[in-house]
């Protein structure tokens, strides 16, 4: 019988553990956090489609305006105002259902005051929206 010969491990270079860095899992890693981050911003992104006129041309907000444009003035506290007439917040989205209901063009311009907050005048558009009008344009500052 031949007896087996046990092998010893040489200490040395060819037992040393080795201490490169394999990049390769930490690439794929990150590729896929990439992709995921690619794929869910577009679902995050929230706002309102609103048009803004150029600052060159302004709109005659005058009494001699065209009468098929529809302002709604947003002022302070907040208090609303469609084309000069006051309405109550509470009934802001009737009353601007109202006024577009026989019309075939649903373009409203929304002017805020000075001091009115960010807040209200976001929240204006989005009643707006909701009373079915398809274009909500902001109204630009008067150049002074």
């Given at each position: 019988?031949?007896?087996?010969?046990?092998?010893?491990?040489?200490?040395?270079?060819?037992?040393?553990?080795?201490?490169?860095?394999?990049?390769?899992?930490?690439?794929?890693?990150?590729?896929?956090?990439l992709i995921l981050v690619m794929v869910i911003q577009p679902g995050l992104l929230k706002g309102l489609d609103i048009q803004v006129p150029p600052v060159e041309t302004g709109l005659a907000l005058a009494a001699?305006?065209?009468?098929?444009?529809?302002?709604?003035?947003?002022?302070?506290?907040?208090?609303?105002?469609?084309?000069?007439?006051?309405?109550?917040?509470?009934?802001?989205?009737?009353?601007?259902?109202?006024?577009?209901?026989?019309?075939?063009?649903?373009?409203?311009?929304?002017?805020?005051?000075?001091?009115?907050?960010?807040?209200?005048?976001?929240?204006?558009?989005?009643?707006?929206?909701?009373?079915?009008?398809?274009?909500?344009?902001?109204?630009?500052?008067?150049?002074?």
């Amino acid at each position: 019988m031949k007896r087996r010969r046990r092998r010893r491990l040489a200490i040395g270079f060819a037992s040393a553990a080795v201490s490169d860095i394999n990049i390769t899992p930490m690439v794929d890693v990150l590729l896929c956090l990439l992709i995921l981050v690619m794929v869910i911003q577009p679902g995050l992104l929230k706002g309102l489609d609103i048009q803004v006129p150029p600052v060159e041309t302004g709109l005659a907000l005058a009494a001699d305006a065209p009468r098929d444009q529809i302002i709604l003035h947003v002022a302070s506290g907040p208090a609303y105002a469609i084309n000069s007439i006051e309405v109550p917040a509470d009934q802001l989205e009737q009353r601007i259902r109202e006024v577009f209901q026989g019309r075939g063009r649903k373009v409203l311009f929304l002017k805020g005051a000075e001091d009115v907050r960010y807040e209200d005048v976001v929240r204006a558009a989005d009643v707006a929206k909701a009373a079915g009008i398809r274009v909500v344009g902001l109204v630009p500052r008067d150049k002074d």
